[in-house]
């Protein structure tokens, strides 16, 4: 996952690049992580739970759908 001004672009092995926007960004109550990004897009949506960096990339943990079936997705994200 990407993370410019302008949204964010998912990139995984088994669907194609998905484009969404940050519609919100949560921080922890009293803490700067771990964070919480709600992403929407055109049929998609998805809530990204973003861990404090480690080197240049961040740990993400992203709840999201296929259809009708949810997804817990983990990876790792940049910033562009």
Known sequence: ???????????TATKSDVDLDIAWETRTEGADWPRALTLIGRGSSAI?????????????????QDGETPLLLVGSCTTG
């Open 48 to 64: 990204v739970i973003v861990e404090p960096p480690q080197d240049t990339t961040f740990p993400v943990r992203i709840l999201t």
């Open 1 to 11: 996952m990407t993370i410019t001004e302008d949204g964010t672009l998912f990139e």
